[in-house]
C-alpha cells in the first residue's frame, strides 16, 4: 500500500509537468494558464451543479424510504472529481471532468459495484452490523 502511494504521489506530478511543458510550448505560458483557469471553473460550475442534482435525489430517497446507495456513490464521486479538479493540470482536469459526467460516472460506478462484490465475495471486506 505505501508503495502504491509513494508512485501515486511521485507519477502524477511528474505526468502532470510534462503535459504543462509540452501545452505551454505548442500554445505559449499565457494560454496555457488561462485554459488550466477555463478548465477549473467549469468544472468548479459543474462540481456545484452536479452536487445540487445529487443532494435532491438523495433527499427524494430518504423522503421515500429508501436507501440512497447509488447517490450516496454518486456524490463521492462527484466529490472526488472536484478534488481533481482543484489540482492545477491537464491529466487531473481529465480524470476530475471524467468523474463528473453523468455518462462517464455511471460506468465508473458498475465497475466499482462489480470490484465490492468481488471483494465481498471472496471475505476481503467485512461488514459488521451493531
Known sequence: MLL???LLFTIIPVVELYLLIRVGRLIG???TVALILAIS???AWLVRAQGFA???RIQ???AQGRIPA???LDGALVLAGGILLLTPGFFTDFLGLFFLTPPTRRIIKQFLGLWL???LASG???IRRF
Request: charged fraction near 20%; proline fraction near 4%.
Open 124 to 126: 476481503q471486506f467485512v
Open 29 to 31: 505560458a499565457l494560454p
Open 70 to 72: 447509488g447517490e450516496l
Open 117 to 119: 462484490q468481488r471483494k
Open 41 to 43: 471553473m467549469a468544472g
Open 4 to 6: 502504491r502511494l509513494f
Open 54 to 56: 445529487i443532494l435532491g
Open 60 to 62: 427524494t430517497e430518504l
